[in-house]
């Protein structure tokens, strides 16, 4: 996530006026590119150092909910990586082509562009992939338990020889 957040905002510069076909500001799709990857980066970041915290000490896996966390996960860098490669192509900004004007029409107007990618921004990287994330992911990743369940014979010996 952290990657295709990064690689978004380079190819978000890249893309400065790649909806001119469309008749956009030629900023749009910059702009939406960067609104798309600050929260994309945050949460990659923020599920880089969870991961790190629960397997930084010894650790067991609960491999099935983890291998449904990791297609969720998968699935989300997907997405991330699918806007990275479609954003400096003026088509993805193009809908159907007005015999009119002879000019293509835009899929969305500009303030509907801005409105569905903030949405999209708020609702897919920070909300669903943290709330997935850490529901289905990190919980497959259980810390192993320091403390004993019962009786401890050894600890009582050891606790018996230091007592004065």
């Known amino acids: 996530m952290v990657a295709s957040a990064a690689a978004l905002i380079v190819m978000s510069f890249l893309a400065y006026d790649a909806a001119s076909t469309v008749r956009y500001n030629a900023l749009t799709p910059t702009l939406g590119g960067i609104i798309f990857s600050i929260p994309l980066g945050v949460a990659g970041l923020m599920l880089v150092r969870a991961i790190r915290d629960r397997s930084e000490k010894g650790f067991l896996l609960q ?38 004007t002879q000019r293509w029409d835009p899929n969305f107007s500009e303030r509907s562009f801005f409105v569905l990618t903030l949405g999209l921004a708020v609702v897919y990287p920070t909300g669903v992939s943290i709330a997935a994330a850490r529901y289905l992911y990190l919980d497959a990743i259980r810390p192993v338990s320091t403390t004993v369940a019962g009786r401890d014979p050894t600890g009582e010996m050891i606790a018996e020889r230091n007592r004065p």
């Not at 449904?68 to 159907?96: D, K, P």
Request: proline share 0%.
């Open 63 to 100: 491999k099935g909910r983890l291998f449904f966390g990791a297609l969720g996960l998968i699935m989300w860098i997907a997405l991330g990586w699918a806007y990275v490669v479609q954003i400096g192509n003026s088509s993805t900004y193009e809908g159907g082509f007005n015999t009119k």
